[in-house]
Each structure stands twice: as C-alpha cells, then as structure tokens.
C-alpha cells in the first residue's frame, strides 16, 4: 500500500518545540517534493513549509513559521522533517504532510494521515 505516514505530534507549552517527521510507505520519498501543511480548528489547510527533492536551498516557509521552524530532508532514510520551536497557541493544527512527484504529464500525489500538534499552558 502507498501511503504517507506523518508522526511527531503532541501536547507542547508555548515556547516549546516539535519534530515532525514524514515517511513514505510502498515508494521513494526521495524522489518526491514534499510540502508541510496545517489545518487549526475551524480554519482552513494552509502551506507551512516545502522542500524540493534535493533539499538545496533553504526551502519555502509561510510568513507565521518563518525563523522558527526548519524543514529538511535525510534522502538516506527517505525522511521529510519539520522542526518546529518557539511554538504558539496559534501553531495549534493538524499538521500533514504531502509529497508531489512530476513524471512527463503526468503527477504523483500523495497525502499522509496527519498528526495533530497543541500547544497550550
């Protein structure tokens, strides 16, 4: 079976930190870009970070993640990661991860299951 498996969540205080780590099941994650995204309660899913499939350059953040989290990639475990520290009340969201691969005209999607992150006192 093909499937995204995101693991690493919890219960953090405010200030505290996460890792989050995304890992394939049945394919290659190293070959695949793959992209951070969070749905907080009653809002909708939005981007939270990506890395391409080299893992070259500092990789994309939303402007609310930007200076505290770290995305990064360790293609010999075929490993996605998302450190996350400094975490917010407001960093509190179901957190999934999602890998795209482009082959000619064709794409590869796949969505992983999610993992819910709290940050509360």
């Given at each position: 079976?093909?499937?995204?498996?995101?693991?690493?969540?919890?219960?953090?205080?405010?200030?505290?930190?996460?890792?989050?780590?995304?890992?394939?099941?049945g394919f290659t994650?190293?070959?695949?870009?793959?992209?951070?995204?969070?749905?907080?309660?009653?809002?909708?899913?939005?981007?939270?970070?990506?890395?391409?499939?080299?893992?070259?350059?500092?990789?994309?953040y939303a402007d609310?993640?930007?200076?505290?989290?770290?995305?990064?990639?360790?293609?010999?475990?075929?490993?996605?990661?998302?450190?996350?520290?400094?975490?917010?009340?407001?960093?509190?969201?179901?957190?999934?991860?999602?890998?795209?691969?482009?082959?000619?005209?064709?794409?590869?999607?796949?969505?992983?299951?999610g993992t819910q992150?709290?940050?509360?006192?």
């Amino acid at each position: 079976q093909l499937q995204l498996v995101a693991s690493g969540g919890g219960l953090v205080q405010p200030g505290g930190f996460l890792k989050l780590s995304c890992a394939a099941s049945g394919f290659t994650l190293h070959a695949y870009a793959v992209t951070w995204f969070r749905q907080p309660p009653g809002k909708e899913r939005g981007v939270v970070s990506c890395i391409s499939v080299s893992g070259d350059g500092r990789g994309y953040y939303a402007d609310s993640v930007k200076g505290r989290f770290i995305i990064s990639r360790d293609n010999a475990k075929d490993t996605v990661y998302l450190q996350m520290n400094s975490l917010k009340p407001e960093d509190t969201a179901v957190y999934y991860c999602h890998s795209r691969r482009s082959v000619g005209d064709t794409q590869y999607l796949f969505w992983g299951q999610g993992t819910q992150v709290t940050v509360s006192s």
